[in-house]
Every structure is written in C-alpha cells, then in structure tokens.
C-alpha cells in the first residue's frame, strides 16, 4: 500500500545496497584490485589500424598479396639519404648494398630490396640525393612492433656516407600506439586534479568530490579488464583507449553527481541516512539508469559496422557506461550508507572565503538550500551547503527559464537556425584514409613518408595492386596491361609479377593517393573485364570499400539509436512527442560538431595553434564514431533534464512550472557535469595524434553546444510553444505506460486532458523503492 504523508519505506534495492556497505565497498575493492591485474598490458595486445572493412575487395586482396607476393606489400622503409653525394656514388652505394643484405638475414623479415637492385625509379628520390630499402615485417601489430624495436636501433642514423630514417606502415602504426599510450598517460594526469578541483568548487566537501573520481577509477579499471579479454577473441583498437578514460570519468561524474546531489537534497529536507538513501535510488537512480542505456544503445550501434576501428569504440563504451552505472548504483550508495551526514564534511571552499557572518545552518555556504516543496519550503538541514552554487536549484535559473519561454519563439527560432548555420561547413567534407599525417610532424616515421611525398615520383602509400588469379597465358597478361594502362588517371603499370596461382600488376595513379580520381580509377579497374579473376587494393580501394560498408550498414545504426532513444524516452515519460523533439533536438546540438571538424581539421583553420598537419579530408570513420559518442552523451543530460521536468508534472500538473522547476533544478547541475566533461575530452585532445585530438575536442564541443544552448534555450522555448500537447500520448500508450513505463517521479502521471489548468502544491504520495 502507499504510504501518504509520511517516509516512504525502503525498498528492496535500497535494503540490498545498505545492507552490508563495508562488505560490498571491500568487495568492491579486492574486485578492482584483480581487475588492475586482469588489464595490465592491454595496450600491447591492441592494433592501431581496423580502418577497413574485413570482408572487402581490397583486404582479400591485401592479405592475398602478403601470403603470395611479400615483396609486393612492404611496411618497412630505410630511406637511405646520402648527403651531397649522389646514391649512384660508388660508395653510397656499396654501404646501402651491404645495409640490404644485413637486413635481408634478419629474424622474421621478408621481401627485402632496395633501388641499388634493380634501379627502380619509385625507389629513388628525384634529386638523386635519397633512395629507399624495403621490406615485409610479418606478424600481427604487436609482433611487428616487437621486431621493430629489435632491429631498428642497428640501422637508424649514420652508417658511413649514409644517414639512415625508419619509416613505412609499422613505423607508423608502432610509433602512434607508443604516442598514444604517453599521451593518455599525461591526459590523465591533467585531467584527474582539474576536474577534483571542479567537483570541490560544485560540491564544497572534499569528501562528496572524491566519490566520483571513486566510481570513475572503478569504471576505467574495469573496462581495462574488460577489454583485455576481448582481445583474447577478435581484435581491438588502441584508440578505444582514450574513450575507455573519457567516459569512465566523465559518465561517472554525471551519475555521482546526480545522486550525491539527491541524496544531500535528502537530507537537507530531515531524511534519515537509509531514507534518503532509498528516495535518491528510487528518483535519480532510476535516471541513471535510464542514462546509462540510453549512451549504451548510441554506443552499442557502433557494432552494426564491420570495421573493428567502430565495433572497439563499442566494446569499450558499452562497459565503461555499464560499470559507470553499476558503481554509482551499487557502490556509491554504500559509501554513502557509510558517511550519511559527513558526506558534506571538508569544506574546502571555507579556505576562499574570507570570514564574514555564516548564515545559520548552512556552514558558511550562505545560500538558502531549497528542498523540493516537500518541507513547507525550509531551508538547512545539514552542517554544509546542500546544493552547491554551481549545481544549485538557484533562482537565476528558474528566473532564465521563464525568460526563455515568454520569448519562445524568438529563442527557438534564433537558436535552431544558428545551430545549422554553424554545421553548414560539413555538407563540404571530403573523406579519406588515416595515415602518417596523424601523427606529429616531428616523428621519425612521418617524416620519413613526408620526404617520400615529397621528394619520390608518385605517393609512398598511393599506389594500386591488382591481383589476377586463374590460369592465364603471357599474350593475356599483357593485353590486360595494356587496357588498364589506357584508363584515365594512369600514370604507370608494372607487372606482371607471378607465381603458380596468381599474378598481381602495381599501377601508379596520377594525382593524389586517395583523391576523387584515383577513387574513380579504383571502379574502372574493377569494371575493366579480364581472363582472370581481379581484385583492386590500395589506399584509395580501401577508401572505397569502407565508405561502401558505412554507407551500407548506417541506416541501420542510426535506426537502431532512433528506435531504442524513443522507446526509452517514452518509458521515461509517458508521451509521445517528447521522444521525438528529444532525437530532433539531440541531432541539432551536433551540427556544431560537425561543422568545426570540417572547418578545422579538414579546412586547416588552426591547425599552427592545435599543431596537427590537416591532410584535407577526415577520416571515413570518425564522424560516425563522433556522432554515436555524442549523441549518447547528450541523451545523458536530455534525461536528466526531462525527468525532472516529469517528476514536477505529475505531482502538479502545470506544464510551463515543470519546465521552469526542471531547468531551475538541473540547469547548474547539467552545466557543471558538462564543463567537467569538457574537461576531460579537452584533456584527451591535447594528444599529437590528430584523430584524437578532433575526437576529445570535437565531443568537448558537443557537450559544451547541448548543455548551454539545446537544453538551456531549445528545450524549455520548445516545450513552451508545444504547450500541453507535449504530454499527449493516446490512450493505449497510456496505459501501456502506465503498466510498463518508469519514471523518476514517485506518483502515476495524469493524462494531459484529465489536468486542470492549475493544480495546487500537494505532498507526493510515496512508495517503497
């Protein structure tokens, strides 16, 4: 039976997380020990490629070509620079002659040649002064970087009249793992003081800030352990990494800070410890939880894609967002069962303020602690300041909401055509493919690909390989060249190479590595009919067939987060246009995203200031991966936003007052949340890897846009023009709502017709949880 007017009894979840509490925090803490042990040396076992989809055209005929031909697929490159003298020198070659046949007796190396062999004009530089040694590392990413590390110091620098620089594709791939790992070790440090000093300012105790960073570290460490088995099964991007951190803080922070934020509210308004407790699970927690699956569904569509680049992003969203929500549903209210009132202990913000009269109550927070109506509107209740200042139920926001909803029109119009005109600069991006560009232009490998670029007819990576397989006579492997050779865009064809089963041709595109002509020239070739069986790879043919694959599987990606969003949505609120307007408002808070990636990382604005090198085109892969992770991350603070928006609509049944009292009781709260998790991703795109650096600042951005103008202006002037509309639902969602939906308001909600245009304050009638 509900209970009226009175305490509401704990419930079932509240008894099993209170229960025991320092059993479950030590349990908590022998789990995350093992887990530290369980994820040590993941970054090792993770690969810094999976750009390309598995089971294209291209990757048969790259792994087709490695297992027949290794000479043909070197990722290995000793540019050999011979100064003033000329690589045709006597003795520049005699040292280069004697640096190939040292390198062709190395352990696990193959397909070792160089210019001094066969003159090879690709092999040389055009001033004559530069000339390249090639040859095949084999192995996965971390036997390659293994073999890498053992033979490069012998051949690096001087040897005689040569100077000596490592460069090729396991250069780079090995050289950005080791780049990535020092930088996530140093976005971390920056990240974990600020955003303690963050929490400091928005809670005042010492002690409510550390219970974040606590369910944070729990999170990282066990995605860690997680992911460290699942490259046990298929394979993982090193990449996944920086989203394990930003995530694993950044949600976790969002969801302690809500709760820890409730449940002080709580005992503000006279709960005892178990009660508020209870009441704080039963409201926010359920939000939390909401939250959770809401970013674990934008994430989890990441899977739909073949590239394991996407499917790692996936894997690691999924677990850090579910061990996020686990802590701080399960260890958070332990520790809190713990420290009841002296969770408010520490006030460090005592140390900034200079004397003066402390209000009474409030320990020298002096600000007037507002409960929820549910005390007659009293004030205090605790030895510290309930509600911080920066996450507060302040009268400034409230004040701002009415504001915003007497010029509605005004705001949503304003708003929403700013937010497009700031995403107009994406309708002219350019997609390529991630290369040594990514890394910064000091690195060795970078520059070794640089000079290539630069200096060597035709591109270090841009060069395409058809593979013939099928029996087939001389006469018909030089009719084919010859047809190929006549295709726009060909600068050369080499070839044929054979062996018993296959042949494969190399043919020189004119222009750039990955532009629209050699994209062209990739379908020509394949169109181009044969004797034999053809298959294209390349640089450009795996550019091709990845935007094919995303092409063809993103329907399917964004129809599942669309789905699953207003599924939840309405479970969370019982009304049909709600979850429409949430997608809406979402996809809008992302076009400033978009647009600055184009306009910076593609366009080069910045690019002396952010120190990146902009290769004119964004990667096939991130702008998916930005929109999964952001569009989650906004879905967070959308829920936030709305159910407590939902909680004061079905205890008064005044629309424009649950706005304003929503946006009044979470507007701070959401702002703070966001700036930390600014914080973090900005901390993660300090890294000299460009990818990153355009993941962390970009979601920084978003995060930044849906905070303090989707949810501080678009919501409530939306919510304003729709009016009471916005709760219609028919009748059979009702009572489908009524029987399956959650919420984190505590009474049934009353449809909009049945409302009267006014409803006076009323206590709630409460349940156990």
């Known amino acids: 039976m509900p209970e009226v007017n009175g305490p509401a009894r704990p419930g079932a979840w509240t008894r099993f997380v209170t229960a025991r509490p320092r059993l479950a925090l030590l349990a908590a803490l022998v789990i995350t020990a093992l887990a530290v042990f369980a994820g040590s040396g993941v970054a090792d076992r993770m690969g810094s490629g999976g750009w390309e989809a598995p089971d294209a055209e291209s990757t048969y005929a790259a792994e087709a070509l490695e297992r027949e031909f290794p000479a043909s697929r070197p990722n290995l490159l000793l540019l050999v620079d011979s100064g003033d003298r000329s690589v045709d020198d006597p003795a520049v070659a005699a040292e280069a002659a004697r640096l190939t046949e040292r390198l062709a007796g190395e352990k696990e190396i193959t397909g070792v040649g160089s210019y001094w062999q066969g003159k090879s004009p690709a092999l040389r530089a055009e001033d004559g002064r530069e000339a390249l040694i090639v040859a095949r590392i084999e192995g996965d990413d971390k036997a390659t970087g293994e073999v890498l590390d053992r033979v490069a110091p012998a051949y690096r620098g001087a040897h005689g009249p040569v100077e000596v620089s490592i460069g090729g594709p396991v250069a780079v791939q090995h050289e950005m793992q080791t780049i990535i790992q020092e930088d996530l070790l140093r976005a971390e440090l920056i990240a974990l003081p600020v955003t303690l000093v963050l929490l400091v300012m928005v809670f005042g105790s010492a002690i409510a800030a550390l219970l974040p960073l606590g369910v944070g570290i729990v999170a990282i460490l066990g995605t860690n352990a997680v992911l460290r088995g699942i490259t046990e099964f298929t394979d993982v991007s090193v990449f996944a990494q920086n989203l394990t951190t930003a995530l694993g803080l950044g949600l976790a922070i969002d969801y302690a800070l809500f709760i820890v934020r409730r449940f002080r509210e709580e005992l503000a308004a006279g709960a005892e410890t178990r009660q508020a407790i209870g009441t704080t699970l039963r409201t926010a927690g359920r939000t939390v939880l909401f939250s959770a699956l809401t970013v674990a569904v934008s994430l989890a569509a990441m899977l739909v894609f073949p590239q394991y680049f996407l499917r790692s992003f996936a894997y690691a969203g999924i677990a850090v967002v579910l061990l996020a929500a686990a802590a701080a549903l399960i260890l958070l209210p332990a520790a809190l069962m713990i420290l009841g009132p002296r969770v408010n202990s520490l006030d460090l913000r ?8 402390r209000t009474a109550g409030h320990g020298g927070g002096g ?24 996450a507060g139920t302040g009268r400034g926001w409230g004040r701002f909401a009415a504001l915003v909803m007497r010029r509605a029109p005004v705001f949503a119009v304003v708003t929403a055509v700013g937010l497009v005109l700031l995403g107009l600069p994406f309708l002219g991006v350019k997609f390529g493919t991630a290369d040594d560009r990514q890394l910064p232009a000091s690195a060795e490998s970078h520059v070794v690909q640089q000079h290539i670029r630069d200096g060597f007819p035709g591109s270090p990576d841009g060069g395409l390989e058809v593979l013939a397989v099928g029996a087939a006579t001389p006469a018909q492997y030089a009719d084919y060249r010859d047809r190929i050779s006549g295709l726009p865009g060909v600068l050369r064809v080499d070839g044929p190479i054979t062996s018993e089963r296959s042949a494969y041709f190399s043919v020189l595109p004119e222009g750039e590595a990955v532009g629209e002509n050699t994209q062209r020239l990739v379908q020509d070739l394949r169109a181009e009919p044969a004797p034999f069986d053809t298959s294209v790879t390349g640089a450009a043919a795996v550019l091709v067939d990845s935007k094919h694959a995303i092409a063809d599987r993103l329907p399917w990606a964004v129809g599942i987060i669309v789905v699953v969003t207003l599924l939840l949505v309405f479970l969370l609120t019982g009304s049909v246009l709600i979850p429409l307007q949430a997608v809406v408002l979402n996809a809008l808070s992302l076009t400033a995203m978009f647009g600055a990636v184009v306009w910076v990382f593609q366009d080069g604005h910045l690019s002396g200031l952010l120190s990146f090198t902009s290769t004119g085109d964004i990667e096939t892969t991130l702008p998916v991966l930005m929109f999964c992770v952001a569009f989650g991350l906004s879905m967070d603070y959308g829920v936030f936003l709305l159910s407590r928006i939902k909680e004061e609509y079905d205890r008064t049944g005044d629309h424009e007052r649950s706005v304003t ?19 973090v991703m900005v901390a993660i795109g300090t890294s000299r890897v460009t990818n990153t650096k355009m993941l962390g600042l970009g979601i920084a951005l978003a995060v930044l846009m849906d905070a303090m103008v989707v949810r501080s202006l678009l919501v409530p002037s939306v919510m304003k023009l729709m009016g009471r509309s ?7 969602l009702r009572a489908f709502h009524r029987r399956f939906g959650l919420s984190e308001g505590e009474s049934a909600p009353m449809p909009p017709e049945e409302i009267p245009r006014s409803v006076p304050d009323r206590d709630r009638v409460t349940t156990g949880a």
């Open 661 to 679: 009292f929503g946006l009044r009781h979470t507007g701070g709260l959401i702002t703070a949340a966001a700036v930390i998790l600014a914080v």
């Open 350 to 357: 005592r140390l900034l303020r200079r004397g003066g009269a």
């Open 367 to 390: 600000e007037d602690v507002r409960t929820d109506g549910r005390d007659g509107g009293r004030t205090g209740g605790s030895a510290e300041p309930v509600v911080p200042a920066a």
């Open 726 to 732: 916005t709760w219609w639902a028919p009748a059979p």
